[in-house]
């Protein structure tokens, strides 16, 4: 099985700031790596697909990158409507492996 | 605009068979891009993916649950099911229905029920 490691957890972040966060998957998986955005009682939202494709929709200031086995998701300022808790997946029909989950916090 | 909907009870019993329906509306569930799923979230922790299903019946399951998950499709319905074996209190969560493209991951997801398996 793949396995996919986020970090940090959380992280505490004020409205502007540039914000990073990491995925590490335990193989290579190319470029099949999506990230998505969940809101407390919402279900995902897609951001980010095939490592670095941006969801139709989503602010361009969301944006991945990345390939094989490290990948990074990053909010380049960070607003009030991104305060929320994000995750990564490796996907393919065959398996679909999610990090644990970075929340991102109002500093 | 396509539509997914999850059904079934929100109560199991433990030891009991945990069953869910996702109704697909706004698109062929037979489409040949696509694939259906299911992800479940027990409270407060992360997301877990659960298996994948294609309108042919072709089936695509998570090794941890592997054991215990069954998914079929009704074309006709428009529908597909989970179907969870042996539940216990582990098993207690959120389960979203999801569209699942194999180029851009889960693209839809259902609003999500949840099952809490007590008794």
């Known amino acids: 099985d793949i396995q996919m490691t986020q970090s940090p957890s959380t992280l505490s972040a004020s409205v502007g700031d540039r914000v990073t966060i990491t995925c590490r998957a335990s193989?290579?998986?190319?470029?099949?790596l999506a990230w998505y955005q969940q809101k407390p009682r919402k279900a995902p939202k897609l951001l980010i697909y095939?490592?670095?494709s941006l969801e139709s929709g989503v602010p361009s200031r969301f944006s991945g990158s990345g390939s094989g086995t490290e990948f990074t998701l990053t909010i380049s300022s960070l607003q009030p409507d991104d305060f929320a808790t994000y995750y990564c997946?490796?996907?393919?029909?065959?398996?679909?492996?999610f990090g644990q989950g970075t929340k991102v916090e109002i500093k | 605009q396509l539509q997914l909907q999850e059904s079934g009870p929100g109560l199991v019993k433990p030891s009991a068979t945990l069953s869910l329906i996702c109704t697909v509306s706004?698109?062929?569930?037979?489409?040949?891009?696509?694939?259906w799923g299911w992800i479940r979230q027990p409270p407060g922790k992360g997301l877990e993916w659960i298996g994948n299903?294609?309108?042919?019946?072709?089936?695509y399951y998570n090794p941890s649950l592997k054991s215990r998950v069954t998914m079929s499709v009704d074309t006709s319905k428009s529908q597909f099911s989970l179907w969870l074996s042996a539940a216990t209190a582990a098993d207690t969560a959120v389960y979203y229905c999801?569209?699942?493209?194999?180029?851009?991951?889960?693209?839809?997801w259902g609003q999500g029920t949840l099952v809490t398996v007590s008794s």
């Open positions: 999801v569209r699942h493209n194999p180029h851009s991951a889960v693209d839809n």
């Open positions: 299903i294609y309108f042919s019946g072709s089936t």
């Open positions: 193989q290579s998986i190319s470029i099949w």
């Open positions: 095939k490592t670095s």
């Open positions: 997946q490796q996907y393919s029909i065959y398996s679909g492996t």
């Open positions: 706004g698109v062929s569930i037979s489409s040949t891009t696509n694939y």
